[in-house]
C-alpha cells in the first residue's frame, strides 16, 4: 500500500493541550501503533496462506484443478481490487470506524468460512468474502484524522514498515502453522485475530474529533481522469500490476518445487527463513542508494532485471533445494526494492492535489494484479505445467522492462506540509505565489479552509526557514 507524506488539517482530540511540534503526542502514538497494527494483522491474514496453499488446495475436491486453486489464492485481490477505493469514501459519509469494523467482520466471516471447507469452491467463496473487508482507505484515512501535519509520514511509515515485516514473518511461519494447526487452523487463527483488531479499534484507537476527506489518504472522484491520463503514474499502475502477479505465479509453482525435491509444505520454512532474513538485510543498501544518491531509475530498472533473472534461475536451476533457494533469495531482494520504492516514485511523481487518487489507484492494481497473476499461474500450470508458469513471469518482467526504460527519471524531492493561520482565499492565493517563487519550491498546494500548505522541494538548495516565514505570516 503506498504511503503519503502530504495530508489536511483536522481538529486533533489533544488540540487543546500544548504539544511539541517537533514530537508525537502519546495518542498520535498510540493511534500510530495500534493502526499499524490493524494494518499488519490484516495483511498476516492474506500472505500468510501463500507458501502452503496451493498444496493443501490441491488435497481437496476441485483441488485437481490447479485453475482453480489459482482463484482460490487470489479471489482476495479481486474484491478487494474492487471495493477499495469505495470503502474509502464510504468511511467519509459513516465514519471511520464503522467501515473498519464492518470490514474486520467481512474478513472474519471469510476466513471462518474458508476454515470449515471441505472443497475448493466454497475456499473461493471464503476468499472472496475476506477480499470484501477492504479496509485500507479507512485505516489511513483514520491515520490521517489521528496526527497532525507534521507527524504524519512517521505513521504512515510504522504502517509501511508493518507491512514489510508481516509479509517476511508470513513466509517463515505459514509452514510451520500448517503442521502443527492445519489449514483450517490457520483460517481460524485469522478470524480470531480479526476480532482481536475489532476489539483494538474500538478499545485503544482513539476517537477522531472530526472526520474529514484527506486528498493524501483517499481517492477523488474529480482527480481520476487526471490520474489515469498521467503516462508516468499508468507506467507505475503497470509496474505494481506485474510484481503482485509475478509474486502470486511464484506461490502457484515455488512450493511444488521445493516438495518434488524433499522438502514437504511443513518443512520448507528452512528455505524461507534464510532467504527472508538475507533478502531483507541485501534489500537496504539498494533503497539508500536510490533515495540519498538519486538514483531511483537506475536502481529500479536493476532489480527489475534481477527479478526476471531469479525466474529463469528457478526454470534452469531447479535441480536442487540450494539452487532454487539462491533464485528466491535474487528475486525476493528484487521484490523488496522494488515494493519501498515503487510507493515513492509515485508519491514524486503524482500531482499534490490528487495523490490520495493516485495511490488509491495504484493499491488497487495491485490486488487487481494478485488476482489475476495467482489465476494465470493456475491456468498455465494446468494447460502447460510449471515451467509455463516461470515462463510467464519472465515475459512479464521483460515486458514492464521494456515500459519503466521510457520513464522520465524521478527527481530528488521531498514532500513537505505545514500548518497555515486561519485565511482568505486571496491570501491563500497570494502565499502560494509566494512559496512558488521560493529557492528549491517545485510545487505547492494551498488549501485555505483547511489551513494547511503543502510543498514538493528539491532535497538540496531548499530554503525552508523562508517557507517557515511565510507560512506564519512574518
Known amino acids: 500500500m503506498a504511503l503519503l507524506e502530504c495530508g489536511r488539517n483536522f481538529h486533533h482530540p489533544i488540540s487543546h493541550v500544548q504539544t511539541d511540534k517537533n514530537s508525537m503526542t502519546p495518542l498520535e502514538r498510540r493511534a500510530s501503533i495500534g493502526l499499524a497494527g490493524i494494518y499488519g494483522l490484516r495483511m498476516l491474514g492474506l500472505f500468510i496462506i501463500l507458501p502452503i496453499f496451493a498444496l493443501f488446495a490441491e488435497t481437496l475436491p476441485g483441488g485437481e484443478s490447479h485453475f482453480l486453486i489459482g482463484i482460490a489464492l487470489g479471489a482476495y485481490g479481486l474484491t478487494q481490487a474492487i471495493l477499495q477505493i469505495p470503502a474509502g469514501w464510504l468511511s467519509d459519509r459513516y465514519g471511520r470506524k464503522p467501515v473498519i469494523i464492518v470490514g ?17 469452491y466454497w475456499i473461493i467463496i471464503g476468499r472472496v ?67 482481536v483488531s475489532i476489539a483494538v479499534v474500538l478499545w485503544f484507537i482513539p476517537q477522531p474529533a472530526i472526520t474529514r476527506f484527506h486528498s493524501d489518504t483517499e481517492a477523488n472522484t474529480g482527480k481520476l481522469a487526471e490520474v489515469l491520463r498521467n503516462k508516468d503514474l499508468l507506467r507505475m499502475d503497470f509496474g505494481v500490476f506485474t510484481l503482485h502477479a509475478i509474486l502470486m505465479s511464484v506461490f502457484m509453482q515455488v512450493p511444488f518445487i521445493l516438495r518434488d525435491l524433499g522438502l514437504d509444505a511443513q518443512h520448507q520454512w528452512q528455505v524461507y527463513l534464510p532467504v527472508m532474513l538475507v533478502a531483507f538485510l541485501l534489500m537496504v543498501p539498494p533503497i539508500i542508494i536510490a533515495e540519498k ?18 525466474q529463469l534461475s528457478i526454470l534452469f536451476f531447479q535441480g536442487s533445494v540450494w539452487s532454487v533457494a539462491l533464485a528466491l533469495l535474487l528475486f525476493f531482494t528484487a521484490f523488496n526494492v ?69 520513464m522520465r527519471a524521478p527527481q530528488a524531492l521531498l514532500t513537505k506540509m505545514y500548518h497555515l493561520p486561519q485565511m482568505g482565499e486571496d491570501a491563500a492565493g497570494k502565499l502560494r505565489l509566494s512559496l512558488a517563487q521560493l529557492r528549491g519550491v517545485r510545487e505547492v498546494l494551498v488549501v485555505a479552509n483547511e489551513q494547511i500548505a503543502c510543498l514538493k522541494v528539491e532535497m538540496s538548495g531548499f530554503d525552508e526557514d523562508a517557507v517557515e516565514h511565510l507560512v506564519k505570516g512574518e
Open 338 to 406: 522494488l515494493e519501498a520504492t515503487q510507493p515513492s516514485i509515485v508519491s514524486k511523481i503524482a500531482p499534490l492535489a490528487a495523490k490520495g487518487t493516485a495511490m488509491g489507484v495504484f493499491s488497487s492494481v495491485q490486488f487487481l494484479g494478485a488476482f489475476f497473476g495467482s489465476a494465470m499461474g493456475g491456468l498455465l500450470m494446468q494447460v502447460y505445467g510449471g515451467n509455463a508458469v516461470l515462463l510467464f513471469a519472465v515475459g512479464m518482467l521483460l515486458l514492464w522492462l521494456v515500459v519503466a526504460s521510457s
Open 104 to 120: 474486520l467482520l467481512l474478513f472474519a466471516a471469510g476466513s471462518f468460512i474458508a476454515a470449515s471447507a471441505d472443497d475448493i
Open 129 to 195: 468474502i475476506q477480499g470484501a473487508g477492504a479496509i485500507n482507505a479507512a485505516v489511513m484515512a483514520l491515520t490521517a484524522d489521528l496526527t497532525r501535519e507534521e507527524h504524519r509520514t512517521k505513521a504512515m511509515a510504522m504502517i509501511g514498515i508493518t507491512i514489510g515485516i508481516t509479509f517476511s514473518i508470513s513466509m517463515v511461519l505459514s509452514p510451520l502453522l500448517y503442521h502443527y494447526i492445519g489449514m483450517s487452523g490457520i483460517f481460524n487463527l485469522i478470524g480470531v485475530l480479526a476480532f
Open 293 to 310: 544518491k538519486g538514483k531511483l531509475k537506475q536502481v529500479f530498472m536493476l532489480s527489475i532485471a534481477l527479478a526476471a533473472v531469479a
